[in-house]
């Protein structure tokens, strides 16, 4: 299977912000690569697919690049409703294998 | 508007079975793959299992190989998933998520505890 590895398990930011979550993955995955937000007690939300592509409806702050084995995950300046948790998930090839999360939390 | 909405979930003892439902609406179920995705309590997430549109493939985890198995039925536009044999790290919450390429809709999760 392939191994998803996210850095850094926490960050801690301000409001205003620019965060970067990096996704590592054990072999490539072209750009098969995935980002979600999960707030608590919630479903998870799709924010990036095929690595760099912008779902409909999420804000242009967000961002995605990488292809391969290295992904990151831009916030150019983190609002408030961005605290979550974030995970990369690979769909190269079943089975589908998510990163551990990155939880940003307020500074 | 997409919905997702699953049941079925509980506490059950380790050994025992539930049967989860995951009933869809606003889209063509019978064009999209479907998934189940687990979430132990504190924990991350992890794909459980994948169905295809008509049905006819299905993939599974390593560790649910053999107990667990994924359905659907597309004239009801409900998706299942059959647990058998179920341990107590089986314990999550369950989501049922729709994919086009991945996932882009989730349900809001039905939670199975296995404990004695």
């Known amino acids: 299977d392939i191994q998803m590895t996210q850095s850094p398990s926490t960050l801690s930011a301000s409001v205003g912000d620019r965060v970067t979550i990096t996704c590592r993955a054990s072999q490539s995955i072209s750009s098969w690569l995935a980002w979600y937000q999960q707030k608590p007690g919630k479903a998870p939300k799709l924010l990036i697919y095929k690595a760099s592509s912008l779902e409909s409806g999420v804000p242009s702050r967000f961002s995605g690049s990488g292809s391969g084995t290295e992904f990151t995950l831009t916030i150019s300046s983190l609002q408030p409703d961005d605290f979550a948790t974030y995970y990369c998930q690979q769909y190269n090839s079943f089975s589908w294998t998510f990163g551990q999360g990155t939880k940003v939390e307020i500074k | 508007e997409v919905q997702l909405v699953e049941s079925g979930g509980g506490l059950v003892q380790p050994g025992g079975s539930l049967r989860l439902s995951c009933a869809a609406s606003?889209?063509?179920?019978?064009?999209?793959?479907m998934h189940w995705v687990r979430q132990a309590p504190g924990k991350g997430l992890v794909w459980v299992s994948s169905?295809?549109?008509?049905?006819?493939?299905?993939s599974y985890v390593d560790s649910v190989k053999g107990r667990f198995t994924i359905s659907r039925d597309n004239a009801k536009n409900t998706l299942y998933l059959q647990t058998n044999s179920l341990r107590t790290e089986d314990t999550a919450v369950y989501y049922c998520?729709?994919?086009?390429?991945?996932?882009?809709?989730w349900g809001q999760g039905t939670l199975v505890t296995v404990s004695s």
């Open positions: 169905i295809n549109s008509a049905g006819s493939s299905t």
């Open positions: 606003g889209f063509i179920f019978s064009s999209y793959w």
């Open positions: 998520a729709r994919a086009v390429g991945t996932i882009d809709y």
